[in-house]
């Protein structure tokens, strides 16, 4: 079971530490089928949280040196340098090869562990100057909400971090985990990292309204060939103002958006299903395996066949446990 343990801080603000202890720190078992994460909230005895609250945890900066994950949340004043001895285990994680990520100004920590030298990052849009100016080795990408370097990641402020907690999940579990999880946190299962940070434009009710019969309509014809004229139509809209809207709403352009569905329902497939790569190219609107393989290698990083058996030994393992544990 790997451990993914919350760095703690005094003063840290409560909406950060939230979307971690949601989301890894409740038991998934039920959806996962086999383990989940042993989560720890690892700080100094009776730190604040904001201004309300005093921490209990049992745990220490020590145990955080051992897990396999590390979540660091926002700093209390990003004009104060990060707690040294928080710094230090940060950096002692990653050295004994633990994945590090960091929810919105938690990327100040990152940086003063050294962990963001040569790498792209991402923090709150306010501070992402401040950050480019006092770590110059670090390449900070103002606009987007999380940055997936491998064992670093970074996600700008407040909802983006519930963003990577879930694409952290789906690395780990499969989109299908990391669907129902969503669901039942009542968030969007998967907002593509590249997507903007925050949206200026503003929306009228009216037209926001009809996004979703198109949206949901697409969602259920995934398996047909779908054009911008198509859900413009749905949504009785023009395909100048549909593309506006879906900017304006969700920060990516219809099919930008209708691709991204098409592989998540590719990855589902693949994780819940034994049917062939052909099959699934054609029921997720991909219409041919050589297509899927190319979208798929491009956007997940492996082949649809090696991602199934990435998550078919994981589900094989958890039918074993189950059998082992009745």
């Known amino acids: 079971m790997a451990v993914v343990a919350l760095a703690l801080s005094d003063g840290v603000p409560l909406y950060e530490l939230a979307a971690p202890c949601g989301v890894?720190?409740?038991?998934?078992?039920?959806?996962?089928?086999?383990?989940?994460?042993d989560f720890r909230v690892c700080g100094p005895a009776g730190a604040r949280v904001d201004r309300w609250f005093r921490s209990a945890t049992e745990h220490t900066y020590a145990d955080l040196v051992t897990a396999d994950t590390v979540v660091v949340p926002a700093c209390h004043d990003v004009e104060l340098r990060p707690p040294p001895d928080l710094v230090g285990a940060v950096r002692a994680a990653y050295d004994r090869g633990a994945r590090v990520m960091s929810i919105c100004t938690g990327a100040f920590v990152l940086a003063e562990a050294g962990l963001l030298d040569g790498r792209r990052a991402v923090t709150h849009w306010q501070h992402a100057a401040t950050l480019a100016e006092r770590y110059p080795a670090v390449t900070v990408?103002?606009?987007?909400?999380y940055v997936d370097e491998g064992r670093v990641l970074t996600s700008a402020g407040k909802s983006a971090g519930t963003d990577l907690c879930l694409h952290v999940v789906r690395r780990d579990y499969g989109a299908a985990v990391a669907n129902e999880i969503a669901r039942r946190l009542v968030t969007p299962p998967h907002r593509d990292g590249g997507q903007a940070q925050y949206i200026t434009t503003k929306v009228a009710k009216s037209s926001s309204d009809s996004l979703a019969p198109a949206m949901d309509w697409a969602l259920s014809h995934l398996d047909e060939p779908i054009t911008v004229d198509d859900l413009a139509a749905r949504a009785n809209l023009t395909p100048r103002t549909l593309n506006r809207h879906f900017h304006a709403r969700i920060g990516t352009n219809p099919l930008a958006w209708l691709h991204e569905q098409r592989l998540?329902?590719?990855?589902?497939?693949?994780?819940?299903?034994?049917?062939?790569?052909?099959?699934?190219?054609?029921?997720?609107?991909?219409?041919?395996?050589?297509?899927?393989?190319?979208?798929?290698?491009?956007?997940?990083?492996?082949?649809?066949?090696?991602?199934?058996?990435?998550f078919t030994r994981q589900a094989a393992a958890g039918t074993r446990a189950s059998t082992k544990d009745g």
């Not at 890894?24 to 994460?37: E, M, N, S, V």
């Not at 790569?277 to 492996?302: I, K, M, N, P």
């Open 24 to 37: 890894f720190g409740t038991d998934r078992t039920g959806i996962t089928g086999t383990d989940w994460y």
């Open 264 to 310: 998540r329902r590719a990855q589902e497939l693949l994780e819940q299903t034994d049917h062939s790569v052909e099959f699934v190219a054609r029921r997720s609107g991909f219409a041919t395996a050589a297509t899927l393989r190319r979208h798929f290698r491009q956007s997940v990083g492996v082949t649809p066949d090696a991602y199934r058996k990435t």
């Open 141 to 145: 990408d103002p606009d987007v909400l």
